[in-house]
Structure formats: structure tokens, C-alpha cells
């Protein structure tokens, strides 16, 4: 079985040569998948930094989400 090469991606085109999808290893899909939802974490926290928020202690803001819903 031939391996793809992360320097060389394989096309899937249409019938008039135009590029419609990409083959990639599936470790190569996981490593994108990962950074993704790392970029996604990292884009949340800045956020959140930005709001500059009083913020309060974890064990705290559960005593007071335990107590909302009792």
C-alpha cells in the first residue's frame, strides 16, 4: 500500500481539472482535527481575557451553580 506524503497531498478533481477534494493520511486528519480544537481553545481564552472580568474561584462558582440549582 502506498503511503501519501505530508509534502505531497493527493487531488480528487472534476471533469474539467478543477481541484474538489483533498486525500490526506488519517494521521495528518487527527493532527488537523487536534490543532483545530486547539485554536479553538486558545481563541475562547482570549475572549474570555478580553472581558476583563472579575473572576472568582473554581470551587466557589461551583458552590453557587450547586446552589442555583438545588
Do not use: C, W
Not at 471533469?15 to 486525500?23: D, E, N
Not at 479553538?40 to 442555583?68: C, G, S, W
Request: no cysteine.
Amino acid at each position: 500500500m502506498k503511503t501519501i506524503s505530508k509534502k505531497e497531498p493527493q487531488f480528487i478533481t472534476d471533469k474539467k481539472g478543477r481541484k474538489i477534494s483533498v486525500v490526506i493520511s488519517l494521521s495528518q486528519y487527527k493532527q488537523i482535527l487536534e490543532d483545530l480544537e486547539e485554536l479553538h481553545d486558545i481563541q475562547l481564552y482570549d475572549e474570555v481575557v478580553a472581558r476583563k472580568e472579575k473572576t472568582i474561584p473554581f470551587n466557589q462558582y461551583l458552590q453557587r451553580r450547586l446552589n442555583k440549582h438545588a
